[in-house]
């Protein structure tokens, strides 16, 4: 098991110039680490969408990379997102997925068909150019050299520890994250369009 | 009297092209195969197809944060599902985003049975997106006033095809 944290650290190493979208829980983490929040669209207005505004954002700019950091239960939501992306087939797009077992946001409980369902495979299937799968970061680390270098679509499905939330929302600390109309105008401003 | 030219997918391209669109974000119908080929041939046209209507407003959300300038063509069926990205990014983040809603089961003349049509416009105004209803190729110049309207307001707008029988084909 990943924490998501460490493991969103090693990617910040990678990320260069590239434009990064994290939704739920992975939000709140990946704040902690960027260095770029100019490049940074933290999406969670709707559910499991966050992959399908990267693929514009790829599609608009293919000179960056674009990495998503997409929830379980949020991809689940959306699963054609697999077979979109694979068909305009971006060569600078990373799709992670946190793949914690749960909906963390909501207290936890279990996505379906946790244990029984593959990401990776879904990924491969659906036409990504490579599929992965890691659930230790030292693994990952000693690879991402290699991994985040390979020509996308890449999926990279990461087993994490939740995060989980169960405060009532209004008892839960601020998370910091920007609002994502904010993100989307900072991103424009540092992008020149 | 002389009966009214039809809307032409020509004179919907033709308007895309003015407004400098650069990519289709898009689900078919039954009504759109015409325009689909016409589309395709156009070569300032990227075409983007979605697997689900729901992706195609955050796919133009994402064009138009990247500096591209999308239009999203949906039938209403598909809109009605795409309801909760229209919130929380077209509304919410206020992205400019137009779109071109193929009206099914639309009609000028007696009861309206699909409930499709009927469901259309009470929910654009739920949803507080302003909307157009083009039926003939005099109508096209609506799709500019679209996006004037959407670069005005910050926010998406749709283009009703009020095209009863015909839809885009010849
Ligand atoms: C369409 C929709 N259904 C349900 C919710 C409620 N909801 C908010 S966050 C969340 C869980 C997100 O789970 P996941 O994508 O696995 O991310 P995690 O919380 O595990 O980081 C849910 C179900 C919602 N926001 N939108
Ligand atoms: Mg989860």
Redesign the interface.
């Known amino acids: 098991m990943i924490n998501q944290v460490d493991l969103m650290a090693v990617v910040e190493k990678h990320r260069n110039n590239g434009v990064v979208v994290p939704t739920m829980t992975g939000s709140r983490g990946w704040n902690a680490v960027s260095n770029n929040k100019d490049r940074d669209i933290p999406l969670g207005g709707a559910m499991g969408k966050a992959s399908s505004f990267a693929l514009g954002v790829a599609l608009a700019q293919p000179d960056l990379k674009v990495f998503v950091f997409d929830g379980d239960g949020s991809l689940l939501m959306n699963l054609g997102t697999l077979v979109t992306v694979a068909e305009k087939a971006p060569k600078n797009f990373y799709h992670f997925v946190l793949e914690n077992g749960v909906y963390a946001v909501t207290g936890g409980q279990p996505i379906p068909g946790v244990d029984k369902l593959s990401f990776a495979g879904m990924a491969k299937e659906a036409g990504y150019a490579a599929a992965y799968e890691f659930d230790d970061l030292e693994d990952f680390a000693s690879r991402a050299d290699e991994v985040l270098e390979a020509e996308g679509p890449v999926f990279i499905c990461f087993k994490t520890t939740p995060e989980i939330q169960n405060e009532p929302i209004g008892l839960r600390p601020a998370s910091g994250v920007k609002p994502t109309r904010v993100a989307i105008k900072d991103l424009m401003a540092d992008l020149g369009v | 009297m002389a009966q009214q030219a039809l809307l032409s997918p020509e004179a919907v391209i033709e308007e895309f092209n003015k407004n400098g669109v650069t990519?289709v974000?898009y689900l078919p119908d039954s009504e759109t195969n015409w325009m689909y080929q016409l589309m395709q041939a156009d070569h300032t046209l990227?075409l983007?197809?979605?697997?689900?209507e729901?992706?195609?407003?955050?796919?133009?959300?994402?064009?138009?944060?990247?500096?591209?300038k999308?239009v999203v063509l949906i039938q209403n069926t598909g809109m009605l599902e795409s309801g909760?990205?229209i919130?929380?990014?077209a509304k919410?983040?206020?992205?400019p985003v137009v779109m071109l809603v193929g009206y099914r089961g639309w009609t000028r003349h007696g009861p309206t049975p699909d409930s499709a049509a009927r469901y259309t416009e009470p929910t654009l105004r739920a949803w507080e997106v302003p909307y157009y209803l083009i039926e003939h190729d005099e109508d096209a110049s609506r799709i500019t006033a679209a996006f004037d309207d959407a670069a005005r307001s910050s926010g998406p707008v749709a283009v009703l095809v009020g095209d009863e029988y015909h839809g885009f084909n010849r």
């Open positions: 990519h974000v990227d983007i197809p979605v697997s689900r729901g992706e195609s407003i955050a796919i133009a959300a994402g064009l138009i944060a990247g500096g591209k999308p909760d990205s919130r929380g990014i919410d983040c206020q992205m």
